[in-house]
C-alpha cells in the first residue's frame, strides 16, 4: 500500500493526513504502551469493524508509522507496534489523551 500522505502540504495538515480519521489516532495510541495482535486491537475498539480495522492497519504500517510483525508458529501469530516514528507521537497522544480527560471532568 503506498502512501497517501503529500509532502508539499503545511505540517499541520500533513500530521492530519497520516493520524487523523476516526480511528488512527486510537489505535496509535493503544499501541503506545503494549506491542499488540489483531484481537487485542479489536477488542478495545468494539465500534470499528474487523474489515475497517485491518484496513486502518494497513495504512499505519504503509505510512511507516506501526510495524506488523508475523511469526511463523502454528497458529499463526501477528504484532503490531509502533516503529520509531510513531513513538515519536506519543507524547502527543498523551496530550490529546489528558486533554480529554479534563474534557470528561468537567461535565
Not at 2 to 10: A, I, P, Q, S
Not at 39 to 53: F, H
Request: contains cysteine; hydrophobic residues 35%.
Amino acid at each position: 500500500m503506498e502512501k497517501k500522505v503529500e509532502t508539499n502540504l503545511c505540517p499541520f495538515t500533513t500530521t492530519i493526513g497520516l493520524i487523523g480519521g476516526r480511528w488512527k489516532s486510537i489505535i496509535l495510541y493503544l499501541l503506545s504502551d503494549h506491542t499488540r495482535r489483531f484481537g487485542e486491537i479489536s477488542a478495545r475498539m468494539p465500534s470499528i469493524s474487523r474489515k475497517v480495522l485491518t484496513e486502518q492497519l494497513k495504512e499505519l504500517e504503509a505510512d511507516g508509522l506501526i510495524r506488523r510483525e508475523q511469526f511463523k508458529e502454528i497458529p499463526p501469530r501477528v504484532e503490531y507496534s509502533l516503529t520509531p516514528l510513531g513513538q515519536s507521537l506519543k507524547p502527543i497522544l498523551n496530550d490529546l489523551a489528558a486533554w480529554g480527560q479534563e474534557m470528561v471532568l468537567d461535565k
